[in-house]
């Protein structure tokens, strides 16, 4: 839920968004307003009740601008998501453009229960190491099995596995299944404009040695949205066009937009391996003073 958060408020909104759900050190913060989101449980007459907790705080003077707990069951997550961006626009002051009325309509799951698997799949994703990566291919192949027309979690998985591919390579005919899947999602309608598809674009690209496709699907992607892995991807591929700098400020845009070891994990291991000490030294040394 908090990248979701964050990478819509940093693609269709004028907030500049830091996502620090993974981000460990306890410093003073620079930003204009905190918005936290935490799972609470309180003991309510000998009843024990889960619900989230959504605060939204002004830093500039203490102000509470959005304070809503959501008690969630196995069939209100999408109103309850629908319901936090609506009211996060309202706190903010910020509409929600149509294109992304548009994208969320188009391709969150019909069935509500199936968001928390995804989530639990996507988080898998943003861990990055073969374990995680392996247990978010399953868990999007079951939720696929029961909504084969949720269009976005058959992206995620081919992202997944396609980068799995890179770590572990796949075997001829898995591979040739794998590219096939790739070839059908991108006649899908409306895939063209989701960044994912051209970060699959992407990754495959750079396996192949492709290196100005790549370049060109990535920027693509991030055309279409302002994320810490299209960044992390394009470090990849300045990387791999010997521009090393540029390779370097990519790294730091995208754990500025998420800081903390899973993307630091991504940095260095994704797709292929990074010398961080070498390509983008201030992370090493950030790091290494945590």
């Not at 069951?73 to 309202?90: F, H, P, V, W």
């Not at 598809?197 to 992607?221: C, P, R």
Request: hydrophobic share 40%; with cysteine.
């Amino acid at each position: 839920m908090g990248d979701l958060v964050a990478t819509s408020l940093n693609t269709f909104s004028t907030f500049m968004v830091h996502d620090k759900t993974n981000y460990n050190i306890d410093e003073p913060s620079s930003s204009g307003k905190t918005l936290s989101i935490a799972f609470v449980n309180q003991r309510q007459y000998r009843a024990q009740q889960c619900f989230m907790s959504v605060k939204l705080v002004d830093n500039a003077d203490g102000s509470t601008m959005l304070d809503k707990r959501y008690v969630i069951t196995n069939g209100n997550q999408l109103a309850i998501q629908n319901d936090l961006l609506e009211s996060l626009s309202k706190a903010l002051n910020q509409p929600w453009p149509q294109r992304m009325q548009e994208m969320f309509q188009q391709f969150l799951p019909h069935r509500g229960a199936l968001l928390t698997n995804f989530y639990q799949a996507h988080d898998y994703l943003m861990h990055g190491d073969d374990k995680s990566l392996n247990r978010a291919s399953e868990l999007l192949g079951e939720i696929l099995e029961s909504s084969p027309d949720f269009i976005y979690a058959r992206a995620e998985k081919a992202l997944v596995d396609i980068v799995r591919h890179s770590q572990h390579p796949l075997d001829e005919k898995q591979l040739a299944a794998l590219n096939t899947e790739i070839d059908n999602i991108g006649t899908m309608p409306g895939v063209n404009n989701l960044s994912i598809f051209y970060q699959i674009k992407t990754v495959s690209a750079l396996e192949k040695g492709k290196i100005d496709d790549a370049y060109q699907a990535i920027n693509t992607g991030i055309d279409l949205e302002m994320s810490w892995l299209n960044y992390v991807l394009l470090g990849k591929v300045y990387e791999m066009k010997g521009m090393n700098r540029e390779a370097a400020d990519a790294y730091l845009t995208a754990f500025n937009l998420r800081p903390g070891e899973n993307t630091l994990y991504w940095i260095e291991n994704g797709v292929f391996q990074t010398s961080v000490p070498y390509v983008v030294p201030y992370l090493d040394k950030f790091l290494s003073s945590e």
